[in-house]
């Protein structure tokens, strides 16, 4: 069983910031690529940023050098510094570790919230 343990979400301002954590166990964050998405009421889940296991960073566009994803491999955790939050960057956040169709895993979701 594949657990993903997020932390960090929670209710800021407009312009204010976050820090997501996930943390798994050794044997899947040493070869996953870890990512993190995201899902509005609504709306359809989107990709947010990725990081690979040789720590290549990916960014959806809408990121625009707001947020940075990092990894900790000394404690098998995956972080995302979310800076000058905005409204619309309100949903819930998935941590994702993904090798393959078959080996693709989420987290339970932290709730992210800005207000105006």
């Known amino acids: 069983q594949v657990q993903l343990v997020e932390s960090g979400g929670g209710l800021v301002q407009a312009g204010g910031s976050l820090r997501l954590s996930c943390a798994t166990s050794?044997?899947?964050?040493?070869?996953?690529?870890m990512g993190w998405y995201r899902q509005a009421p609504g709306k359809q889940r989107e990709l947010v940023a990725t990081?690979?296991?040789?720590?290549?960073?990916n960014y959806a566009a809408f990121v625009k050098g707001r947020f940075t994803i990092s990894r900790d491999n000394a404690k098998n955790t995956v972080y995302l510094q979310m800076n000058s939050l905005i409204v619309e960057d309100t949903a819930v956040y998935y941590c994702?570790?993904?090798?393959?169709?078959?080996?693709?895993?989420w987290g339970q979701g932290t709730q992210v919230t800005v207000s105006s």
């Open positions: 990081i690979s296991s040789g720590a290549n960073p």
């Open positions: 050794r044997s899947i964050f040493s070869i996953y690529t």
């Open positions: 994702n570790a993904y090798r393959n169709y078959w080996q693709n895993y």
